[in-house]
């Protein structure tokens, strides 16, 4: 699997549009649990409704002043926390790399482009008649084509 800068890109914006829904989520909790309308949360942060409502609908890019503001405003402390991305890395090619002989790797680099150029000739020339060779040994005779002989005379 290869990654992209736009499949990367779509990745992150949308573990960021999760990442916001999940504060907005808060937020409107946060003030339900302590039954206060969106009006009583504005006149408490100093903002007005139709901004709360904005902030809970995910409709803002919150900045953390105005989260801590929103969540003191509802009884609660804002707690920033920084977790591990998961690999993005495929676990196939992982799994691979495991197997990669790394000196190999080293030797060939350390070879001229010619020189490389004519091992990898030569490898495929090999693959070419391992093929040859398995094809002819695994195929079955034929069988003769047209009626088939009787061994016996016609009387």
């Known amino acids: 699997m290869f990654i992209t800068q736009a499949s ?7 573990r960021d ?9 808060l937020i409107l ?7 206060l309308t969106q009006r009583d949360l504005a ?3 100093g903002t007005s409704q139709s901004a709360i409502a904005k902030l809970e609908q995910g409709h803002t890019n919150p900045t953390i ?6 969540a003191a405003a509802a009884g609660y402390a804002l707690h920033i926390d920084l977790v591990p991305l998961p690999s993005t890395a495929d676990p196939v090619v992982e799994r691979y ?13 350390g070879k001229s482009v010619d020189d490389r150029l004519r091992t990898l000739s030569e490898w495929q020339h090999a693959g070419r008649a391992l093929q040859r060779a ?3 040994a695994t195929s079955s005779p034929k ?3 047209g009626k088939p002989r009787r061994d016996t005379p016609r009387a």
Do not use: I, M
């Open 8 to 14: 990367a890109r779509r990745h992150r914006d949308a």
């Open 65 to 70: 002043d105005t989260l801590s503001r929103c």
């Open 29 to 35: 909790k946060a003030r339900q649990h302590a039954s």
């Open 97 to 109: 790399k495991q197997d990669v002989d790394r000196t190999l790797l080293r030797d060939n680099l």
């Open 43 to 45: 006149e408490r942060v």
């Open 143 to 145: 069988a003769p084509r």
């Open 134 to 136: 398995t094809q002819g």
């Open 17 to 25: 549009a999760l990442a916001r829904h999940k504060v907005h989520r």
